[in-house]
């Protein structure tokens, strides 16, 4: 299983940018994925995370450091979920990874079966 993320980049402290993450190579439909980032000298943090669409309770979990300003998708049909950020902060500098977890409806947590090479957001004030 490979998990490619890609959007990253440089962004003004407010603006917005979108991640993506494009998953190849699973043959289990029902999975967790999550975004996780880790910022210089700080530990791995679990931002977002969505479930399985087939499931009964399909739902998302964000953490409150991004409550409100940070919306996470997937587009089974595409194999990709996303990652919606607005009103960005220069604290939201980070490597931005996706991770699945499989069998799994609904993980919310840090150790997941398989995680993408990550890509870089940096906020400039």
């Known amino acids: 299983v490979q998990l490619q993320a890609f959007g990253g980049g440089l962004a003004q402290a407010g603006s917005s940018l979108t991640l993506s993450c494009v998953v190849s190579?699973?043959?289990?439909?029902?999975?967790?994925m999550g975004w996780l980032r880790q910022a210089p000298g700080k530990a791995r943090e679990l931002v977002a995370a969505?479930?399985?669409?087939?499931?009964?309770?399909?739902?998302?979990w964000y953490s409150d450091s991004v409550k409100g300003r940070f919306t996470t998708s997937r587009d089974d049909a595409k194999n990709t979920v996303y990652l919606q950020m607005t009103s960005l902060k220069p604290e939201d500098t980070a490597i931005y990874y996706c991770?699945?977890?499989?069998?799994?409806?609904?993980?919310?947590?840090?150790?997941?079966?398989?995680w993408g090479q990550g890509t870089l957001v940096t906020v400039s004030s």
């Open positions: 991770g699945i977890k499989e069998n799994v409806e609904m993980y919310i947590g840090r150790e997941y079966d398989y």
């Open positions: 190579g699973s043959t289990n439909s029902k999975n967790s």
């Open positions: 969505v479930a399985w669409s087939g499931s009964a309770s399909w739902n998302t």
